[in-house]
């Protein structure tokens, strides 16, 4: 048996900045503009720009409309009507910005419409706070977090802002700075759904804190009963730090319930039932749902990979699986070690094992993987001296 050596991971989940998944969702202003006051001088003097004015008002309104309908394109249409009439309207610049990276992935468009709305509102927190996002879905970090800072100069109380700088910093692994943007996001709005994933994320996965992770995917449900990914990465913690399978399951349920074709789920799920309720039939089909939904997900083949051999003593198709996530990641490092293993104890093919062993090693300590990076090293150095290694059970 090799059962033991085939690594299975469940699926992490990015910490959201508006997404940073999803960097976090882009926000546009919840609150319509308000229509510009004009005095009796103006409309004797410039009754053009008077009439231009509410004009534009009129297709920005009708634009806010149409994106609350999801009628993206209707919503983009109103909007460029706007600015025809009145081209130096600000925060029609901005929300067009919004509007081309958030829903049509137009990131330069959206980041040039951002910056002539800055140019022509220097003190718009709103439009600082949504450069900050585009650039940060650029990975220009610290662009991302001057923007950030400007924002919340600008407006102290703009929650938003504070926990997208959390997700920077957290990127940028200073976590004890991200978890003090979080609360504070929180202590601003405390049923912001977002913050509770986002510092749930954090404690799972860099202040050990697994509990306190839990709880706050809770708030984070609570506030947002349809917070996918929130589902997820409850489920997440509790299969592999809390043991509660039983609750492990019923979020997955309820994530797949919510998006049925969410593939992380049912890679997440699948690895439930294969290591934690022993259901691998229900694996199988779960992993082959997932990789039906996104064909080239290394994770996924790499764990359906692990249970063909594992569970059904189908190693051409675990082969076959572990070749199919190298080629879609070929840095990714456990799918080598999965292979290795099967090379040099199933197949008798030692200096195949023992380069994927190399190789996955070299990749875990480039990674960062110190730890993970040694224990193949150690594994290797066996093999390099055994004349014949039989499989530890």
């Known amino acids: 048996m090799v059962q033991n050596y085939l690594w299975l991971k469940l699926t992490a989940i990015a910490l959201t900045i508006p997404s940073i998944q999803t960097i976090a969702v882009v926000r546009a202003s919840a609150n319509p503009i308000s229509i510009v006051q004009v005095t009796s001088r103006d409309r004797q003097i410039a009754p053009s720009v008077q009439t231009n004015s509410l004009?534009?008002?009129e297709y920005y309104r009708s634009a806010e409309q149409k994106y609350k309908k999801q009628d993206y394109r209707g919503a983009l249409a109103d909007i460029n009507r706007a600015l025809q009439v009145k081209p130096d309207f600000a925060d029609a610049h901005r929300r067009r910005g919004v509007l081309k990276a958030e829903r049509f992935q137009?990131?330069?468009?959206g980041l040039a419409d951002i910056n002539r709305a800055i140019q022509l509102d220097p003190k718009n927190a709103k439009a600082c706070f949504n450069r900050g996002v585009i650039r940060a879905m650029q990975k220009d970090y610290r662009s991302a977090l001057v923007d950030f800072d400007r924002a919340i100069q600008l407006k102290p109380n703009l929650a938003d802002a504070y926990d997208n700088r959390g997700v920077v910093k957290a990127i940028q692994q200073d976590y004890r700075s991200a978890l003090a943007d979080f609360n504070r996001a929180i202590q601003i709005q405390p049923d912001f759904s977002r913050p509770y994933y986002n510092r749930g994320f954090?404690?799972?996965n860099n202040l050990q804190d697994p509990k306190g992770a839990?709880?706050?995917y809770d708030r984070a449900i609570q506030f947002d009963p349809n917070f996918v990914d929130a589902y997820v990465k409850r489920g997440t913690v509790k299969a592999e730090n809390l043991q509660d399978f039983k609750g492990a399951l019923a979020d997955f349920n309820r994530s797949i319930q919510l998006n049925p074709n969410y593939p992380l789920a049912y890679t997440n799920r699948g690895f439930l039932k294969q290591i934690?309720?022993?259901?691998?039939?229900?694996?199988?089909a779960d992993y082959n749902r997932a990789i039906q939904l996104a064909p080239?997900?290394?994770i996924t083949y790499r764990n359906r990979g692990a249970l063909k051999v594992s569970k059904f003593q189908d190693v051409p198709g675990g082969m076959a699986d572990f070749n199919r996530a190298i080629q879609f990641d070929p840095n990714e490092a456990l799918s080598y070690k999965n292979r290795a293993f099967v090379?040099?104890?199933i197949l008798n093919d030692r200096s195949g094992g023992i380069a994927d062993m190399e190789k996955a090693a070299k990749l875990l300590q480039q990674q960062g993987n110190r730890q993970g990076a040694g224990e193949l090293k150690s594994v290797l150095k066996?093999?390099?001296?055994a004349k014949n290694t039989s499989p530890i059970i």
Do not use: H, N, S
């Not at 137009?106 to 468009?109: A, Q, R, T, V």
């Not at 934690?276 to 199988?284: L, N, T, V």
């Not at 066996?382 to 001296?385: E, H, N």
């Open 55 to 57: 004009k534009a008002e």
């Open 106 to 109: 137009d990131i330069p468009g």
């Open 202 to 204: 954090l404690k799972q």
């Open 214 to 216: 839990v709880t706050d």
């Open 276 to 284: 934690g309720i022993q259901d691998p039939k229900g694996a199988m």
């Open 296 to 298: 080239k997900d290394a």
């Open 343 to 345: 090379k040099y104890e």
């Open 382 to 385: 066996k093999w390099q001296k």
